[in-house]
């Protein structure tokens, strides 16, 4: 194979003339192949002696026309859609998917993704490690699963839900819930009539006017987990103030969590 591109770019063609129609062709497939058919095919319209410099594009963008869905497979991807009931879902190390309309979900799966809805009932997920999800849309939910990972929310009744160590679940929204699963997490409910929950070790949570907090600690003394609820307004529990459970008595107390 040496050999065979070692002639190919000493051919009469010329090197630099070679390696300019390569880059053009390599251009022209990422442009307009939407599907790995697609990119088979441009490939086999080459000329043979092009092939070899060809390098395969490691992200395909895949659209169904009638339902106005993307995709993206590889790393550092985009995917987006604009429009009611289209769906954008993006695999890969740091990559996005966004939607724009009603009912348009967003998934990612990979390190720091990113998944962002921003209409109504308009679902975001991301799994993976620092990776985030975000809707603005009531109805609209997010759930982050991953170490330091974040789900947040800014619609009415829009919950969030984060699992993993050190991750966040935020919500703005009036009736919307924020539950964190796992240790030193943060879950905060800003909204009126919401309530935060953290359940793991260390945990802290706030929560808006009229709001609740669930905190989890463990019972050494009965060898068992433990869960304490709290009410904003009552047994000095106040709004938009952070809470932990004491490591020794299990109370509630203010406490600001570390970024």
């Known amino acids: 194979m040496a050999n ?6 000493t051919s009469r063609s010329g090197p630099r003339t070679l390696r300019k129609r390569a880059e053009f062709a ?6 307009r192949a939407k599907s790995p058919n697609e990119v088979q095919a441009l490939l086999a319209k ?3 002696d092009l092939r070899p410099f060809i390098d395969v594009p490691k992200s395909v963008q895949t659209t169904a026309t009638s339902e106005g869905h993307a995709a993206k497979t590889g790393n550092y991807t985009v995917s987006a859609t604009t429009g009611k009931n289209k769906h954008a879902a993006a695999l890969g190390d740091s990559s996005s998917a966004k939607t724009d309309g009603a009912s348009a979900h967003a998934v990612t799966t990979g390190v720091s993704s990113s998944s962002d809805t921003r209409g109504p009932l308009s679902f975001a997920s991301s799994v993976g490690d620092f990776g985030h999800a975000t809707t603005r849309g009531m109805d609209a939910h997010s759930a982050a699963l991953g170490l330091h990972a974040a789900a947040q929310t800014g619609g009415v009744a829009a919950h969030a839900l984060a699992a993993g160590h050190g991750a966040s679940a935020l919500t ?6 924020a539950v964190h699963v796992g240790n030193e997490g943060k879950a905060d409910a800003t909204g009126q009539n919401s309530i935060a929950a953290s359940l793991g070790q260390y945990g802290h949570a706030r929560a808006g006017e009229n709001g609740a907090l669930i905190l989890h600690h463990y019972d050494a003394a009965n060898d068992r987990p433990r869960v304490k609820v709290g009410y904003v307004g009552e047994n000095g529990i106040k709004p938009h103030t ?6 020794d008595t299990g109370e509630f107390e203010q406490h600001e969590p570390e970024n």
Request: hydrophobic share 35%.
């Open 4 to 9: 065979e591109i070692n002639n190919a770019l």
């Open 242 to 247: 952070w809470y932990r459970l004491h490591p």
């Open 46 to 48: 080459l000329p043979a």
């Open 172 to 177: 703005g929204g009036e009736r919307s819930h």
């Open 26 to 31: 390599q251009q022209d497939i990422a442009a």
